[in-house]
């Protein structure tokens, strides 16, 4: 059965960082895209970032560039997500995202906006 599971969400000030991570389990996901998505309350879920299964290319919703920076390590079958320049408008759950057979690549995943499977979320709040 494969799991994604977040953590390192939480409370920080506006101006503040976080670093997400992300830990796969039941299946390797060195051959696929990873990322990142986040859903706010009463919005639609959105793209935030993604990375290739090399760590090669990287996508990134214009209102994150320069601020957040997604790594991956292969070996330990996990993905992050560095936050840094935190405004209340990043507060949102934030969801791990992987590739499989439907989304392969980074820029799939950027551009349809959708990932074959999903972590549970971790609630990031950003206060003013």
């Known amino acids: 059965q494969v799991q994604l599971v977040e953590s390192g969400g939480g409370l920080v000030q506006d101006g503040g960082s976080l670093r997400l991570s992300c830990a796969a389990s039941?299946?390797?996901?060195?051959?696929?895209?990873m990322g990142w998505f986040r859903q706010a309350p009463g919005k639609e879920r959105e793209f935030v970032a993604a990375m290739g299964w090399s760590g090669g290319s990287t996508y990134y919703r214009a209102s994150v560039k320069g601020r957040f920076t997604i790594s991956r390590d292969n070996a330990k079958n996990m993905v992050y997500l560095q936050m840094n320049s935190l405004k209340p408008e990043d507060t949102a759950v934030y969801y791990c995202?992987?590739?499989?057979?439907?989304?392969?690549?980074?820029?799939?995943?950027?551009?349809?906006?959708?990932?074959?499977?999903w972590g549970q979320g971790t609630q990031v709040t950003v206060s003013s």
């Open positions: 995202a992987a590739g499989g057979s439907s989304i392969i690549t980074a820029q799939e995943m950027a551009l349809k906006k959708l990932a074959d499977y």
């Open positions: 039941g299946r390797t996901f060195s051959s696929t895209a």
